[in-house]
C-alpha cells in the first residue's frame, strides 16, 4: 500500500524555526514527485512546491517562493518542509502528497501536520 | 494562469443529485486533465474522481466527472445522495507553468 506519514503537530513562536517531515512507503520513492500543500483554518487548498527525489529538484509556487524550503533524503524515504522563521500566518495545516506525473494531479495525500505560530 | 471557480456551497437531500461545477477562467478546459478531491472534516483530501472522469478503485459509481468545453468548466456528479457524502470538493488541474492550481472548494450539505 502506497502511504504518506507526516510528523505530527507543532506549537511554535513568531521568529522560530521548524521542518516537517513527510515519510513514504509502499513504492519506489525516488521515482515520484511529492508536492506540499496548504491549507490555512476554514479555508481552501493552496499548491506550494514539488520535489523529485531522484535529483531534489524542486519547483515553488510564486506565492511561497523564498517562504519556505522543501527538501529530501531519499535514503530514508522522507521529504521536508522548513520554515526559517515563522509568522503567524503560517499557522495552517499542510499536508504532504504523491504527484501522478502522467497527468498531474495528487495521490495519495498524508494525513497532515498542523502547524500552529503563536505567541 | 488561470483560476479555477468553484460555487461556495450546494445543499440537496438524501437520494437525489447534485452536479458541481468548476470554471477555468482562461485557457480551455481540456488543456489539462481536471482531477476532483473529497475532504470530509478533520480529514485529508482524498480522489473521487481524476483524468476528468475517471474513478479510483473504491469510489462508488454514483460520482461521475464530464467536461462541458462550451462553458470551459469540468463537473463532479454525485448521484443517490448519501449522508455520508457531506464533505468539501475541491477540483484542480494544472498549468504547462507548472503550476498546480485548486478550486476554492464547495461544501456539500446532505440534509
Known amino acids: 500500500e502506497v502511504q504518506l506519514v507526516q510528523s505530527g503537530a507543532e506549537v511554535k513562536k513568531p521568529g522560530e524555526s521548524l521542518k516537517i517531515s513527510c515519510k513514504g512507503s509502499g513504492y519506489r520513492f525516488s521515482n515520484h514527485w511529492i508536492g506540499w500543500v496548504r491549507q490555512m483554518p476554514g479555508k481552501g487548498l493552496e499548491w506550494m512546491g514539488i520535489?523529485?527525489?531522484?535529483?531534489?529538484?524542486?519547483r515553488y509556487s510564486p506565492s511561497f517562493q523564498g517562504q519556505v524550503t522543501i527538501s529530501v533524503d531519499k535514503s530514508i524515504s522522507t521529504a521536508y518542509l522548513q520554515w526559517s522563521s515563522l509568522k503567524a500566518s503560517d499557522t495552517a495545516m499542510y499536508y504532504c502528497?504523491?504527484?501522478?506525473?502522467?497527468?498531474?494531479?495528487?495521490?495519495?495525500w498524508g494525513q497532515g501536520t498542523l502547524v500552529t505560530v503563536s505567541s | 494562469n488561470f483560476l479555477l471557480t468553484q460555487p461556495h456551497s450546494v445543499s440537496e437531500s438524501p437520494g437525489k443529485t447534485v452536479t458541481i461545477s468548476c470554471t477555468r477562467s482562461?485557457?480551455?478546459?481540456?488543456?489539462?486533465?481536471v482531477q476532483w478531491y473529497q475532504q470530509r472534516p478533520g480529514s485529508s483530501p482524498t480522489t473521487v474522481i481524476y483524468e476528468d472522469n475517471h474513478r479510483p478503485s473504491g469510489v462508488p459509481d454514483r460520482f461521475s466527472g464530464s467536461i462541458d468545453y462550451s462553458s470551459n468548466s469540468a463537473s463532479l456528479t454525485i448521484s443517490g445522495l448519501k449522508t455520508e457524502d457531506e464533505a468539501d470538493y475541491y477540483c484542480?488541474?494544472?498549468?504547462?507553468?507548472?503550476?498546480?492550481?485548486f478550486g476554492g472548494g464547495t461544501k456539500l450539505t446532505v440534509l
Open positions: 482562461s485557457g480551455s478546459i481540456a488543456s489539462n486533465y
Open positions: 520535489i523529485y527525489p531522484g535529483d531534489s529538484d524542486t
Open positions: 484542480q488541474s494544472y498549468d504547462s507553468s507548472n503550476l498546480w492550481v
Open positions: 502528497a504523491r504527484v501522478v506525473t502522467t497527468t498531474n494531479w495528487f495521490d495519495p
